[in-house]
């Protein structure tokens, strides 16, 4: 089904109207999906049951992202830490990844999702890896949202990896020490398709990047709720992408230099002047 024809509460329709219109709207959105363990914990039933629940979560987040008009979404599925979880849990997440992708390829591609992965997915299982490649293909020629899912990844091996390729580089001749810049090692990174993340969401409370793109954060606006993942859906998105748009990205500059337009919100200091007249 399109994911414009649906009918939805108002207050929801009313957030996204307000999104889709704004001129500050993150152009790449990534998420720490945190907190199934303990969502199901809760609920006495089995960790999987949080896993299987972080499933909806997915969906809900994918296609609010799309219906927003959010460019790149950037999904944290699979740490390369989480192959040492005990063999049945990565056994569940793994089949988990083939289900999503089987069962929602074609309303992902009917809504003009592109898939994508970043992440050391050889290590995957053959049937994941083949899957994957699937709707990677299947989706490749479309310009809607870019859905990358992280699996098998560690920013930091993905450093270690780009630094092997730019020292052969070196050593084959391609590419001088003198001209390696910052745009060269964003280059070589397996992100260089994508902008770097403006927002960046954390669940259920942690405030850590857990070795997520750690590079591409540089400038990245964190945002962490008490919420866990599988609480988490379209609304909640939403209220994060409001609470972004009200933020002032400074980029290392001041306030004054970003100029009057450019605020929305006023900085701590103008508050505090404020509360004092
Ligand atoms: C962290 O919660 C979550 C994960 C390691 C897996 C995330 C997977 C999903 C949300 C479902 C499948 C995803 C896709 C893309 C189909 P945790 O288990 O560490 O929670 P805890 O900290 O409460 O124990």
Same mark, same amino acid.
């Given at each position: 089904?399109?994911?414009?024809?649906?009918?939805?509460?108002?207050?929801?329709?009313?957030?996204?109207?307000?999104?889709?219109?704004?001129?500050?709207?993150?152009?790449?959105?990534?998420?720490?999906?945190?907190?199934?363990?303990?969502?199901?914990?809760?609920?006495?039933?089995?960790?999987?049951?949080?896993?299987?629940?972080?499933?909806?979560?997915?969906?809900?987040?994918?296609?609010?992202?799309?219906?927003?008009?959010?460019?790149?979404?950037?999904?944290?599925?699979?740490?390369?830490?989480?192959?040492?979880?005990?063999?049945?849990?990565?056994?569940?997440?793994?089949?988990?990844?083939?289900?999503?992708?089987?069962?929602?390829?074609?309303? @992902?591609?009917?809504?003009?999702? !592109?898939? &994508?992965?970043? /992440? +050391? $997915?050889? %290590?995957?299982?053959?049937?994941?890896? =083949?899957?994957?490649?699937?709707?990677?293909?299947?989706?490749?020629?479309?310009?809607?949202?870019?859905?990358?899912?992280?699996?098998?990844?560690?920013?930091?091996?993905?450093?270690?990896?780009?630094?092997?390729?730019?020292?052969?580089?070196?050593?084959?001749?391609?590419?001088?020490?003198?001209?390696?810049?910052?745009?060269?090692?964003?280059?070589?990174?397996?992100?260089?398709?994508?902008?770097?993340?403006?927002?960046?969401?954390?669940?259920?409370?942690?405030?850590?990047?857990?070795?997520?793109?750690?590079?591409?954060?540089?400038?990245?606006?964190?945002?962490?709720?008490?919420?866990?993942?599988?609480?988490?859906?379209?609304?909640?998105?939403?209220?994060? @992408?409001?609470?972004?748009?009200? !933020?002032? &990205?400074?980029? /290392? +500059? $001041?306030? %004054?230099?970003?100029?009057?337009?450019? =605020?929305?919100?006023?900085?701590?200091?103008?508050?505090?002047?404020?509360?004092?007249?």
């Amino acid at each position: 089904m399109s994911w414009s024809d649906e009918l939805v509460s108002s207050d929801i329709e009313h957030m996204r109207q307000v999104l889709r219109g704004s001129q500050r709207l993150p152009r790449h959105v990534a998420a720490i999906m945190d907190g199934n363990g303990r969502w199901a914990e809760l609920r006495s039933m089995p960790r999987f049951e949080g896993h299987r629940a972080g499933m909806e979560s997915v969906r809900s987040v994918v296609k609010a992202c799309s219906q927003v008009g959010v460019q790149y979404l950037t999904l944290y599925a699979f740490s390369i830490e989480n192959w040492k979880r005990p063999a049945p849990e990565v056994r569940f997440l793994m089949s988990l990844l083939e289900s999503y992708l089987k069962k929602e390829l074609d309303e @992902l591609h009917e809504n003009n999702v !592109r898939i &994508r992965t970043i /992440g +050391k $997915t050889n %290590a995957l299982p053959r049937v994941v890896e =083949k899957v994957l490649q699937k709707a990677i293909e299947r989706t490749s020629g479309n310009d809607g949202l870019t859905l990358t899912l992280a699996l098998s990844y560690g920013a930091r091996w993905d450093i270690q990896r780009a630094m092997q390729v730019i020292a052969l580089d070196v050593r084959r001749g391609k590419l001088s020490p003198e001209d390696l810049t910052e745009s060269t090692i964003s280059e070589y990174l397996q992100t260089s398709y994508m902008p770097d993340p403006d927002l960046i969401i954390r669940t259920s409370g942690e405030i850590r990047l857990s070795n997520f793109l750690l590079w591409e954060a540089a400038y990245a606006e964190l945002f962490v709720t008490e919420t866990l993942w599988p609480d988490f859906r379209d609304v909640d998105l939403y209220n994060a @992408l409001l609470d972004f748009t009200q !933020r002032e &990205r400074r980029f /290392g +500059k $001041t306030s %004054a230099q970003l100029g009057a337009a450019a =605020k929305t919100k006023p900085s701590t200091m103008e508050r505090l002047r404020n509360a004092l007249k």
